[in-house]
């Protein structure tokens, strides 16, 4: 690597993402829910004044926009459930900075932290609570000035919503670290179930990976909303009933046998999960964990270095073992860097294509999961041009809460993926950007004539609801469809349009 089933995220509430090119005019044929695993045919929608019809193949060419640059080395981009106007830069020298998501301004520097940055070390993930909107709670991953891994919880400041509060820093995790090396970083929360996963390295150790009492080497899965440990002010999260190891080893572990897992990402649509894991002098991998595992996965190092026998003495037998679904050699790349899945709406012929490149080479590909096997592998490197070349400067993939996707680069440069000749500007309103919210007035703003609430909004919701439709799932407990979201949608109907 460089040296240096309980909520969902607000940002995949229903009406809260149309697809983007038609304008507020045809809200009923772009509607695209997050909770459902829209492939890209089921993606090919009319849009207003068009008869442009979506492949159902990866064969769009693809280029890259400048976002935003000088600043320091960026290794992720994300954002923050249901705010679509901004973006969140993590910085590997201890800055978050946040930008406006369409002109890449700066709009402040949401948080500072003192970090160690020697080796593989510095700020490495932030993730956002699912109820961020309401508890405004986020996490960041970082090694202290030791180079100890610290998982700390911090809140947006009550003032400026760009701007965290320092002060209310809780720290949720520690792990001592043995070396400078193999640190992980990334955490996210789970969008099926809420859990805060954490990646963690084997420090450097190859042991480590296959120990079940260590933390390292590791996929951890962690309650943040409780607290199993009352008398530890430093260990601040309950372990889910449902974790694999639950009464037998280290009972935070979800997954085990990496090296080096620096960047993770999960489907938005399915809640399938991807890792890249660092290989050590033969192999780069990717590994994926479908949405429906019950985890416990052993991923194979230090008995296997991808698929290829590594040091094997005292090692399960191969078929304990999950090899990744993408390998590579060295002659493509030494340090893979995990992506994301495209779920966004400037480019439907893309939807659920997983990106991911490599620090080394500076290459990118991409390729499709189908029945849980990697297919279709397209390099993407010359498409992405500056974004991916110049050296040993790739660090990231991320995305907004469109489904966009983001490459982040150590020069301290933000780059989006984009159709090859930019974004169309399909409802000409001016606005050269594929991902626009809806032209309706609110989530009860369900059937012509959209901008007006009426007779049609209420039966358009009964039908909903008693089918079960996402349009009708409208408050929590997502997933039900109860008298909650009933009063959801007679309280917005009740608003009516500004």
Same mark, same amino acid.
């Given at each position: ?60 060419? =693809? ?389 007006? =609430? ?19 799932? =409208? ?24």
């Amino acid at each position: 690597m460089f040296a240096l089933g309980r909520r969902w995220p607000s940002d995949y509430a229903p009406g809260s993402l149309l697809c983007r090119g038609a304008g507020g005019t045809d809200r009923a044929a772009c509607l695209l829910h997050r909770r459902d695993p829209v492939r890209s045919e089921l993606n090919c929608v009319a849009v207003v004044a068009s008869a442009a019809v979506c492949a159902a193949s990866s064969g769009q060419a =693809l280029s890259t926009e400048l976002v935003a640059s000088d600043l320091t080395p960026v290794v992720y981009v994300t954002h923050a459930p249901g705010d679509f106007d901004r973006i969140f830069v993590v910085e590997l020298f201890g800055q978050i900075t946040v930008l406006d998501r369409n002109t890449g301004a700066k709009l402040g520097v949401f948080l500072e932290q003192e970090v160690s940055t020697n080796g593989e070390r510095g700020l490495l993930g932030l993730a956002f609570h699912p109820d961020y909107a309401n508890n405004g709670l986020f996490y960041i991953n970082y090694t202290d000035l030791l180079g100890d891994t610290v998982v700390a919880e911090f809140a947006v400041s009550d003032e400026d919503p760009n701007v965290a509060d320092p002060a209310s820093r809780r720290q949720i995790l520690f792990v001592d670290q043995p070396a400078s090396n193999h640190n992980g970083g990334w955490i996210g929360f789970g969008p099926n179930d809420g859990y805060l996963y954490v990646a963690m390295g084997d420090g450097g150790i190859s042991t480590n990976a296959q120990n079940l009492n260590s933390v390292l080497g590791a996929i951890l899965r962690l309650d943040v909303d409780g607290d199993d440990y009352p008398a530890d002010d430093g260990r601040n999260y309950a372990i889910p009933s449902d974790n694999p190891f639950v009464g037998g080893a280290a009972e935070e572990i979800w997954a085990y046998g990496l090296r080096n897992p620096f960047r993770c990402s999960f489907d938005s649509a399915t809640g399938d999960f991807y890792m890249g894991d660092v290989g050590n002098f033969a192999r780069e991998e990717v590994n994926f964990q479908p949405a429906d595992s019950m985890g416990g996965e052993n991923y194979g190092w230090r008995c296997y270095e991808a698929s290829l026998p590594f040091q094997m003495t005292g090692c399960a037998d191969k078929s304990t073992m999950t090899f990744p679904v993408h390998e590579y050699p060295r002659s493509m790349g030494c340090s893979v860097i995990s992506g994301e899945v495209y779920r966004g709406c400037a480019i439907p012929e893309l939807d659920g294509t997983y990106f991911f490149g490599d620090y080394c080479s500076s290459r990118a590909w991409s390729f499709e999961i189908v029945d849980g096997a990697a297919t279709n592998l397209v390099e993407r490197t010359a498409e992405f041009g500056a974004a991916t070349g110049g050296g040993t400067g790739l660090a990231g993939f991320g995305r907004d809460a469109y489904g966009e996707i983001y490459i982040s680069r150590l020069d301290g440069e933000v780059h989006r993926i984009v159709p090859a000749g930019g974004i169309a500007d399909k409802n000409g309103n001016g606005i050269a950007d594929a991902c626009e919210t809806s032209g309706g007035c609110n989530d009860a703003d369900l059937a012509e004539p959209f901008g007006a =609430l009426d007779i049609a909004d209420v039966v358009e919701f009964l039908r909903a609801f008693g089918m079960g439709l996402p349009t009708a799932d =409208l408050a929590a407990p997502f997933g039900a469809y109860d008298i909650a979201d009933v009063v959801e949608f007679l309280r917005q109907f009740g608003g009516g349009c500004a």
